[in-house]
């Protein structure tokens, strides 16, 4: 979702009184914060045990066929885009080449042609429940996502390894909050990025997830602010800026060429 910087940006300019609709709308999100804080149906807390989320074993059986799909994909992985060309908010801690995405969904702005060319990859993330994005994330070798948090503490995010070099933490893996976790091919994570994380890959070699971010456990009345809230997400100037800048890229990765035949 929307950073903390970003999460009023556009508003401003349309609604005419900049400092009182940011303060407004930021003591709004604090609030809700404050609620899914003491409202969590399973804690809060920065590593959430996947035994309290059944449906991780569904997810979990059917991972080949996602990698499947990852692996032809992958044969075109320097046309992918950077993650900052879509998402321009996380600029802040990627502004190259070094985290690439391929997005299926993102609040509410659904990529057609992704579902399309990774069907299997589109039906497993539809059965996790409150699924608010789905998307392919890539680190390449080398590259080091520094100490960030996202901008709201409604939803949770999972990521599921399906290309996954075989090394130690010190060499690969995330740090969500004073945890360490190690991916492994097949198998899933979920935490609560509100919490600061990183993540590093200091290997020779390409490690990919598919990262899902759902709507958080909550027990009432968070539930009913954390629905509304997310509900608004699709409207803001940070979604529809990503949508954009989706279907732009889309348009370029899925133009006929001349090598077009080498690439099926």
């Known amino acids: 979702m929307v950073g903390r910087n970003q999460r009023t940006a556009g508003l401003e300019d349309t609604m005419g009184r900049p400092g009182l609709v940011n303060r407004a709308l930021s003591a709004m999100v604090d609030w809700a914060e404050n609620l899914n804080r003491k409202y969590a149906r ?64 993102g609040f509410g702005a659904t990529s057609d042609e992704a579902a399309h060319l990774c069907p299997e990859t589109w039906r497993v993330s539809n059965n996790i429940p409150g699924l608010k994005t789905a998307l392919f994330s890539i680190l390449e070798p080398g590259k080091h996502l520094q100490p960030h948090r996202g901008a709201y503490n409604g939803v949770l995010r999972l990521h599921l390894g399906l290309l996954v070099p075989d090394a130690g933490t010190d060499e690969l893996g995330i740090r969500v909050g004073n945890e360490v976790c190690q ?52 409207f803001t100037p940070y979604i529809r800026e990503a949508a954009k800048a989706q279907k732009q890229w889309e348009r370029k990765f899925l133009q006929p060429g001349p090598t077009d035949a080498t690439r099926t």
């Not at 600061?196 to 200091?202: G, K, P, Y």
Request: aromatic content about 12%; glycine content about 4%; proline content about 6%.
């Open 42 to 105: 399973y804690g809060d807390r920065p590593v959430l045990d996947i035994k309290d989320f059944p449906w991780t074993a569904d997810i979990e059986r059917e991972w080949p066929l996602v990698r499947a799909e990852l692996d032809r994909l992958l044969v075109r992985k320097e046309d992918l885009p950077g993650f900052h060309e879509i998402i321009s908010e996380v600029r802040s801690i990627s502004a190259d080449q070094g985290w690439k995405t391929f997005l299926f969904t």
């Open 183 to 234: 991916w492994r091919e097949g198998k899933a994570v979920i935490f609560d990025d509100c919490f600061e994380h990183e993540a590093w890959n200091r290997t020779d070699q390409v490690r990919v997830v598919l990262m899902i971010d759902f709507v958080k456990p909550l027990r009432f009345p968070a539930s009913a602010v954390n629905w509304l809230i997310l509900h608004l997400a699709p």
